[in-house]
């Protein structure tokens, strides 16, 4: 089975903080994705990466960055953490090249800014 | 702009009922149509999926219809259970992305 794994289930920081969300997969997947998952709104691209060292913005990029240094991890960055980025932060991975193939979710960091 | 609209937002249903979950898109270069099961406390996990040239596709209790030229897709949940009870999310996919409806929260009643 594919395991995507989260670092943190929950993570509590202040306003201002720089904040570290991490993500390992051990499918050997091209493809990883950050998202934010909020009551109403659905699931929201933040970034997404297709190989190594390699990013492209999603829907709503401001206020973040990711770091993908190795294929299996993908990490999201909140470069001073405000109030309005409490949510829950989902991390993906799929295969780039294969038809037919979903995206594979962790369980998910819910993080709160104080 | 939502790439992938769905319906309802929530829906309540008596147990051994059948539950319905409606889908509609736009961009006809999807190509695959995955519907993901989120329980609380959990990431979303793959149900069941469909590529645009099946009409219909059943695994279990769980059915997806496609209807290619209306551009819309829905998820039958049959004999509903109070197990069944999530947030279910249709997607797209489209090259890289997927694209992903708003959820709908299920609640299957006793």
């Known amino acids: 089975d594919v395991k995507v794994t989260q670092s943190s289930r929950y993570l509590v920081k202040r306003t201002g903080e720089k904040v570290f969300l991490e993500c390992v997969q051990d499918?050997?997947?091209?493809?990883m994705f950050w998202y934010r998952q909020d009551p109403g709104l659905g699931l929201r691209l933040i970034y997404f990466s297709y190989d190594v060292k390699m990013k492209e913005k999603g829907d709503i990029p401001e206020g973040y960055s990711v770091s993908r240094e190795k294929k299996e991890r993908f990490s999201l960055i909140l470069e001073s953490a405000s109030t309005n980025q409490t949510s829950m932060y989902l991390c993906?991975?799929?295969?780039?090249?294969?038809?037919?193939?979903?995206?594979?979710f962790g369980d998910g960091t819910r993080l709160s800014i104080l | 702009q939502q790439q992938v609209k769905q319906s309802p937002q929530s829906l309540i249903v008596q147990k051994g009922g059948i539950s319905i979950i409606n889908c509609a898109y736009e961009n006809t270069a999807f190509d695959y149509f995955p519907w993901y099961q989120q329980f609380p406390g959990k990431g979303p996990a793959l149900l069941i999926a469909i590529r645009p040239d099946v009409s219909e596709k059943k695994e279990g209790r769980f059915t997806i219809s496609f209807n290619k030229s209306a551009k819309q897709f829905s998820l039958h949940i049959m004999d509903s259970q109070p197990g069944d009870s999530a947030t279910y999310f249709c997607?797209?996919?489209?090259?890289?992305?997927?694209?992903f409806g708003t959820g709908t929260s299920l609640t299957v009643i006793p």
């Open positions: 993906a991975s799929s295969f780039g090249d294969r038809a037919n193939q979903p995206q594979h």
């Open positions: 997607a797209a996919r489209l090259g890289n992305q997927f694209y």
């Open positions: 499918m050997d997947h091209e493809n």
